[in-house]
């Protein structure tokens, strides 16, 4: 049997190869917006894996899932490639080490989890333990995954089990359910006029805009959501009544159901002021992540596993969205966050944990050891 310090040591072995390769891809930058830079980070990254996993796919062209595997298996660890932050933020938060801190843009969130997934596969097959599964790197997730999303539904029926590698809760706890995200937008168009000569023959968009957010607001109070205005425009100039406005509002909720309701809410809006037309649609849209059975079931046999190699692990909730919603939802069980923990993720201040990346790869190399225990 591997003992726990002999894969300990071969971490500390590997400590200038694992930053090696981390600052590879965080100095590949890969915003979802730009495809060219995203998908060649997913082609370099299939070229890193498959001497490992060598069953590769690609799915989809402009909007791309990278799929690799060995043999069949009943498992698959998920991931995305892209980031929120612009060509040039590396300029701005260079990759460094400094203080036991791994700085860069995306290296949090999320390809140190890539990373140690990497490492984990190495280390077990350096031992000839390497069992059969799937892992799924996505390359649209901080938009909603909308173009993927497809894709990845038909890639979800050959398995019963999803094991993801976002970024950790705090003291690197186990994201086991997540808040749904709506990303709306908010349309008015009403009529200019003359605010000062004329103005009872405009009808401004703007008051219209913000009487609807209010009521919206409180509709999604009343359930319990949380709401936040993130962008509104509208207008052109004081002297003008606004023909036009829009905003973009970000939504959090709990249950089952809400956008159903929210769904129907929007279908029965009228303007308060006539001759207003709104109009709300859904820019994104993330269940939330509602622990199953077969889910506590796992996550009890993988806290028992690690608590053997004298490792607690404790499980939180996230309010951030993330793909394992989505597998979790077509009927997986899904444990989330087995990524690094870190602060500033999608800032300009961006880090991880290089203690907790260290730790990721021993808990991955352990969960990969004892798959088919975990996954019967």
Request: aromatic share 8%.
């Amino acid at each position: 049997m591997v003992q726990k310090k002999d894969i300990e040591k071969r971490i500390e072995d590997l400590q200038g190869e694992i930053l090696n390769f981390l600052r590879d891809i965080v100095e590949h930058e890969s915003p979802t917006s730009d495809r060219e830079a995203v998908n060649s980070l997913g082609e370099k990254l299939k070229e890193k894996f498959i001497k490992y996993l060598p069953e590769a796919k690609t799915y989809g062209d402009e909007y791309s899932v990278f799929l690799l595997r060995k043999g069949k298996g009943n498992s698959i660890f998920i991931s995305h490639i892209d980031t929120v932050h612009p060509i040039g933020t590396i300029k701005i938060n260079p990759f460094r080490k400094e203080n036991g801190k791994v700085f860069g843009p995306g290296a949090l969130d999320m390809k140190a989890g890539v990373v140690a997934l990497y490492f984990a596969i190495k280390i077990v097959s350096e031992h000839g333990l390497l069992p059969d599964f799937a892992f799924l790197m996505n390359t649209e997730e901080e938009e909603g995954s909308s173009h993927t999303r497809d894709y990845m539904k038909r890639i979800s029926r050959d398995y019963k089990y999803c094991f993801s590698l976002e970024p950790s809760g705090p003291d690197g706890k186990l994201k086991t359910s997540r808040k749904g995200v709506i990303s709306l937008k908010i349309s008015v168009k009403g009529r200019m006029a003359h605010a000062g000569l004329a103005p009872e023959k405009g009808v401004n968009a703007i008051d219209e805009l913000i009487d609807q957010l209010s009521e919206l607001r409180e509709w999604i109070s009343i359930r319990e959501g949380s709401f936040n205005i993130g962008v509104i425009r509208g207008g052109e100039k004081p002297n003008v009544v606004p023909g036009d406005a829009f905003a973009l509002v970000d939504i959090r909720f709990e249950k089952e159901g809400f956008s159903e309701m929210l769904n129907e809410y929007m279908n029965n809006i009228s303007p308060v002021r006539k001759g207003a037309i709104v109009t709300m649609n859904f820019e994104s849209f993330v269940p939330p992540l509602i622990p199953s059975l077969q889910q506590r079931k796992l996550y009890t046999r993988l806290k028992n596993l690690l608590s053997g190699i004298g490792v607690e692990i404790e499980e939180t909730h996230s309010a951030g969205g993330s793909d394992a919603s989505w597998f979790s939802r077509w009927g997986l069980a899904a444990i989330d966050g087995l990524g690094p923990s870190g602060e500033g993720a999608h800032s300009e201040n961006e880090f991880l944990y290089f203690e907790s990346l260290k730790q990721r790869i021993l808990i991955l190399t352990y969960i990969l050891m004892h798959l088919k225990e975990l996954t019967p």
